[in-house]
């Protein structure tokens, strides 16, 4: 277990920000989990748990206390039939490599899930979601750390309480109780995706003339995608979506249809709005507010080109909400989380 003091939060998040964090644990084996929470205790202290820092914003005055790195790694298979595998990852490990081990072993469930920043651990916490397929739908369990009881629990997917971008462990009274050690997923061991796909990845197969549906070929089409559309963290600082989509009562579906916006409809019936489209259909692609732009390729990702304080973060979201709010009607809802 490595511990650091006095580090900047900047350092730690994609979108560097954020002032210093008073320590950082870093935790490489399971023995570690209790004693870095032991540490905390006996300081006083509160903890944070993150992993490569994808998704959480970081703020001007820091973090007076115990920031958790999650580190675990290691993948297995667990069983393995005609069927389908069942793989258990380690919660340190980096989402994406974890997808491409998958993948390249022609086993399908995660390969429209390719090239999300973050870790394994932190796939479950946000129900990670592209191009109609979540983790949802794979998820068998995960191992946790149960800060409350000071214990290795297993938590079986229907106790996560999964919804959009929403989980037990990031939503609701046990917000934040559990540190998840491994994640075990149920994938099919032949490819199972067919055509018609979600919108941008349909047109991008019928563009590329592509008819080989193979979990390869598909991670290789969804990779291509997002890298002309999203920025690497590692060279343009950002969070990912920005803003999470809007989901939407019928009634509400067809009074937005009826004022000419775009609705779409998942593949389990609820309807949605895409915010990056609101964003984008109000005028806000390719604009700087406070040292943030709007990215001109995908609406929802906010760029921090020049932006050195949380400060102005605030002021660029709170100006591109009330453009959209004033336009539309609708509240964009933040989606990265601030430590705090």
């Known amino acids: 277990m490595n511990i650091r003091e006095n580090v900047p939060i900047s350092e730690l998040t994609t979108m560097r920000l954020g002032g210093k964090a008073k320590y950082v644990v870093e935790i490489t084996e399971l023995s570690d989990v209790?004693?870095?929470?032991?540490?905390?205790?006996?300081?006083?202290?509160?903890?944070w748990i993150m992993g490569d820092g994808a998704n959480t914003i970081g703020r001007d005055e820091g973090f007076d206390g115990v920031i958790i790195l999650n580190r675990l790694r290691g993948i297995e298979i667990l069983s393995q039939t005609a069927d389908e595998v069942v793989v258990r990852a380690m919660a340190g490990e980096n989402w994406d490599d974890f997808v491409e081990f998958c993948v390249s072993r022609g086993f399908s469930g995660i390969e429209l899930l390719s090239k999300i920043p973050g870790t394994v651990g932190a796939a479950p916490v946000q129900n990670i979601g592209a191009y109609g397929q979540d983790i949802a739908h794979v998820i068998e369990s995960v191992e946790a750390y149960d800060t409350k009881s000071g214990e290795l629990v297993v938590i079986g997917k229907e106790d996560m309480n999964m919804d959009y971008r929403s989980t037990i462990f990031n939503n609701g009274p046990d917000a934040g109780r559990y540190l998840i050690v491994a994640v075990t997923l149920v994938l099919e061991n032949e490819a199972t995706l067919t055509p018609p796909f979600y919108t941008s990845l349909q047109k991008y197969v019928e563009e590329h003339n592509i008819t080989d549906f193979t979990p390869a070929a598909i991670r290789e089409a969804v990779s291509a995608i997002r890298a002309a559309k999203l920025p690497d963290p590692a060279v343009e600082a950002s969070a990912g979506s920005f803003f999470k989509n809007i989901y939407l009562s019928d009634e509400e579906a067809a009074d937005a249809e009826a004022r000419g916006i775009k609705v779409w409809t998942k593949s389990d019936g609820r309807k949605m709005i895409n915010s990056g489209y609101l964003i984008q259909e109000a005028?806000?692609?390719?604009?700087?507010?406070?040292?943030f732009k709007v990215s001109d390729k995908a609406a929802l990702i906010l760029i921090n080109e020049s932006a050195s304080s949380y400060a102005d973060l605030d002021a660029a979201r709170e100006e591109i909400r009330k453009v959209v709010f004033d336009k539309y009607g609708f509240n964009l809802e933040q989606e990265p989380v601030e430590l705090k």
Do not use: D
């Not at 209790?34 to 903890?47: G, H, I």
């Not at 005028?283 to 040292?291: A, K, M, N, V, Y």
């Open 34 to 47: 209790p004693e870095a929470y032991k540490f905390a205790r006996e300081k006083n202290l509160p903890t």
């Open 283 to 291: 005028g806000l692609s390719g604009r700087e507010f406070h040292g």
